[in-house]
Every structure is written in C-alpha cells, then in structure tokens.
C-alpha cells in the first residue's frame, strides 16, 4: 500500500485549486485565486481529505448530445471526476488509460458500478461526437461531458480544481491549463473523499479501486 496523506478541507478552501496542468506546456494560471499547494515534501499519489468535497452541481451534455445531470446519474454509485482535454498529447490519455487498465482488474460486477466522468476543459473543440470517440478508445463505458465552458470551470472550483479557458500559443497549438486532480467519490456518501495526483500510476489505481467502489477508504 502506498502512503497515503490526510489533509485539512481547510487547507484547499484556502488556496482554493490545486496546481495547473498544461498538458505538455508549462506557464501560470492567470487567475490570483489559483494557488500551487506546497508542502515541501514528494507528493503523494492519494490524499484522503478529512473533509470530503460535495459532489459538483453539473448539468452538462453527454457523448450520446443527451443531458446529463452528474449528481443525480452518479448517485450512490462509486464515481471518478477527471477535467481534462481530447488534444493533449501527455497527462489526460496517460490518466484515463491508467484509470481503464485498474478498472479491468475489477471483478465484472465491480467494474460495472464503477463511474468514470471525464469532463472537457476544451468545449469547444470537444464536441459530443470527437469526444466520445477518444473515450471509446479508452474504454466505452466511460462517460465524457461538454458544454459551456464557464459552467465546466464553475463545476471544477467546487472540488477545488482550477481550470482556464484554452489559449492559442505563439507555435499555432492550443493548450488548455487545467489541475490535473482525479477525485474519488464514495458510494455511500455521494462525497469525494480521495484526491488522486498526476503521478498516480495504474498499479495505484488497481490497489485502490476495490476500497474505492465499496465506498472505504484505500
């Protein structure tokens, strides 16, 4: 078992967003409410919060062009959130495809009540259709959202992840800025309860997903 850390809700509400991924690009968040959280030690791949975060009020369209609402589709069930974009090239395709190879050591019934919410920080370019195509890729049970991008930004700041609108670079590429935070939440509470960093691995994700789905703690 990997080590896990316990942090204070408090901490989060305070700089109010982890760091920001550029998904292979590197620079700042342009917004002063964003913070990078430091604590001077290696990060860990999971924090478990000793306050949950409630799960975020999101009505969105999903890959099908159908309305999905994620507190009441998720309800009850175990459930990854992940923000992120189809066009980049490092941390969102590794994170997803890390997320599937845990999910298929799963037992059938297990991997059936698994949710695995992937949410565009790039509507825009992220329509319904190319969406669920790169997810299908991945695994075809995940769910991917799109909509207006102030309503994705909105939603991620209430689990403490900041995102910013994509931006064009001075080489033609479009990068969006987004945390690259995967947040777990239990089926027991409907709260997310375990912070996954970037630098969670597959093995991490296999080792904790059956805690995960029966709603304890990894």
Not at 62 to 91: A, M, S, W
């Amino acid at each position: 078992m990997h080590s896990k850390k316990t942090v204070l809700a408090a901490a989060f509400a305070a700089v109010a967003a982890l760091t920001l991924s550029a998904c292979g690009s590197g620079g700042d968040s342009a917004d002063d409410s964003v913070a990078e959280v430091s604590t001077g030690t290696e990060a860990k791949p999971a924090t478990v919060l000793d306050q949950p975060f409630t799960k975020p009020d999101l009505v969105l369209t999903d890959t099908h062009g159908k309305k999905y609402d994620l507190r009441e589709q998720t309800k009850g069930k175990p459930t990854l959130i992940y923000f992120g974009y189809t066009n980049c090239p490092d941390v969102c395709p590794l994170t997803m495809s890390n997320i599937a190879i845990a999910k298929r050591a799963l037992p059938e019934a297990d991997q059936d009540k698994l949710q695995v919410v992937f949410v565009t920080t790039d509507p825009e370019r992220d329509t319904p259709a190319s969406l669920g195509s790169w997810l299908k890729a991945q695994d075809p049970d995940f769910t991917g959202l799109t909509g207006d991008f102030p309503t994705i930004q909105a939603g991620a700041r209430q689990i403490g992840i900041g995102i910013d609108p994509p931006k064009k670079e001075k080489d033609g590429t479009i990068v969006s800025m987004h945390g690259a935070q995967v947040i777990a939440f239990s089926p027991k509470t409907d709260k997310g309860y375990v912070l996954y960093s970037e630098d969670t691995t597959a093995e991490d994700y296999t080792e904790d997903l059956p805690e995960l789905v029966k709603g304890e703690t990894p």
